[in-house]
């Protein structure tokens, strides 16, 4: 007897397949699991991606523009809360003030590191820009030494410490959300943002210190000048907080909770189960955490407060190189994406331990145009360290436990060498009386994260990267339970 499949053949019909008999049971169980998990996870929208990127980016930049701007006017608020007799001591005392921020990092890392792992990526950036603004407009309203007297001091401690909780949960929730969000391809590029967005809010932060330093004499900017940037924190957050509510949670957090796998207790997790990924990350972020704040905030003040002769226009040279870094980190998180993280992060730490000493020696010639010309050289070479830097971190934790994890390491090692760079910058100088000593120290950061970088798996993606958001044409089936 003739099949009947070539009969429909014969007459120029579609062959038809008998179900009852032709059709193995388990092929359609999986192609109704595969229409299923079509259904529940379609490909990522173009434009709900780009309202991430730019909702998670932008939070950041606003965030760190009110951390910041502390920093640039140290010297003044050095005057204003600790008055003494030697300038150089009130500078040390309002760096320390600075530093102590950092200090209160890995209590924000802890806090904020859990509600991103235990109540998700959105809920963290929220809370966590709404906590930088009200201490930062606070700090605009607070009265002076010469008014309240050791109050004053005791208050402006306080608000920092404040700052420092909420910067501690920033930008670590910040790469994770964007690490996450992102096509495994562009993961690179996707966090790199985090980076550039905290870069560009320290970078606004110092272009409001020169434009207030350009358009002020210096007594109105002992008076009241110092505080505008401060007073702008309420809006700042106001803005930042509508920006972020429409964000929308990452996948990976999503699918975890879905699956009841969202961890209790995540920092403990993370310490007892990956020690080794933590210390790795501490040692990482010495260059991106205490050389950046060597190079791009004290900087400044170092070009012309303590150099001799001092440097002309040093915050319009910071900004100036600040606003190049903003734009190669993105490219150089792009690049990680093509040619792997390892490579950048190990030219990028072993360029500013071999450029380091030189670049300073240049700078000791009092000239406006060398400060610029070494200042752009280390953005070229930090931005090699600092594009692959946030993918990097997020893909050496497990999404269970990634902004704790993360968030410990990184903090533990900003509050003990990202805070206190400028004041050690500054003692050094003091002590030895030669540019080389703050460079020695700028190298030693950058040698520590090269041994970190040179320990990294090869390739773009490490291990224990992000998973990638299910496409349409995947087959999951690891979904059929």
Request: proline share 8%.
């Amino acid at each position: 007897m003739q099949d009947p499949t070539e009969r429909g053949e014969e007459r120029g019909e579609a062959p038809r397949v008998p179900e009852d008999w032709f059709l193995p049971a388990v092929y359609l169980m999986l192609e109704r699991q595969r229409a299923r998990v079509v259904r529940l996870a379609p490909p990522p929208d173009p434009a709900a991606l780009r309202r991430n990127l730019v909702g998670g980016s932008v939070g950041n930049v606003l965030e760190w523009y009110d951390f910041a701007v502390f920093g640039y006017f140290a010297p003044v608020i050095g005057r204003q809360f600790f008055p003494a007799e030697d300038e150089a001591a009130s500078l040390l005392s309002a760096f320390a003030v600075f530093a102590a921020a950092y200090f209160a990092r890995p209590v924000g890392g802890l806090l904020f590191g859990h509600i991103g792992d235990r109540y998700g990526r959105k809920t963290a950036l929220q809370l966590s820009v709404l906590l930088m603004a009200v201490p930062t407009f606070l700090v605009g309203l607070l009265p002076t030494t010469a008014s309240i007297g050791l109050a004053a001091t005791l208050l402006l401690v306080l608000l920092r410490l404040a700052q420092g909780v909420s910067v501690g949960g920033e930008l670590i929730g910040s790469m994770a959300f964007l690490a996450e969000i992102a096509p495994r391809s562009r993961r690179g590029y996707f966090a790199s943002w985090a980076t550039s967005s905290s870069i560009a809010g320290i970078t606004l932060g110092s272009l409001v210190a020169a434009v207030l330093g350009a358009t002020l004499d210096p007594v109105a900017l002992e008076a009241w000048g110092w505080r505008v940037p401060f007073l702008a924190g309420i809006g700042i957050g106001w803005f930042g907080l509508w920006m972020r509510r429409g964000l929308q949670e990452t996948g990976e957090f999503e699918r975890l909770a879905a699956r009841g796998q969202v961890g209790r207790l995540p920092a403990v997790e993370a310490v007892l189960e990956h020690p080794g990924q933590i210390v790795q990350t501490a040692a990482l972020v010495s260059l991106s955490g205490g050389g950046f704040y060597v190079l791009f905030v004290w900087w400044p003040t170092f070009l012309d407060q303590l150099l001799q002769p001092p440097v002309p226009h040093a915050l319009v040279t910071n900004t100036i190189s600040m606003v190049v870094l903003v734009a190669l980190v993105p490219l150089t998180g792009r690049l990680s994406d093509a040619v792997g993280r390892k490579p950048l992060l190990i030219v990028g730490a072993l360029g500013v331990v071999l450029l380091a000493a030189p670049l300073f020696h240049l700078v000791d010639h009092g000239s406006a145009v060398s400060a610029l010309a070494a200042q752009l050289v280390f953005a070229a070479v930090m931005s090699l360290f600092l594009g692959p830097i946030p993918a990097t971190l997020t893909e050496l934790f497990p999404a269970r436990t990634r902004t704790s994890g993360v968030a410990i390491g990184y903090n533990a090692s900003l509050s003990l060498l990202g805070g206190t760079a400028p004041f050690v910058a500054t003692w050094l100088l003091e002590t030895f009386r030669t540019p080389v000593a703050p460079a020695t120290y700028l190298a030693l950061l950058a040698a520590v994260s090269l041994v970190a970088a040179a320990f990294l798996p090869a390739g773009p993606a490490p291990r224990a990267g992000p998973e990638p958001e299910p496409e349409s044409n995947e087959l999951l089936l690891d979904a059929a339970s």
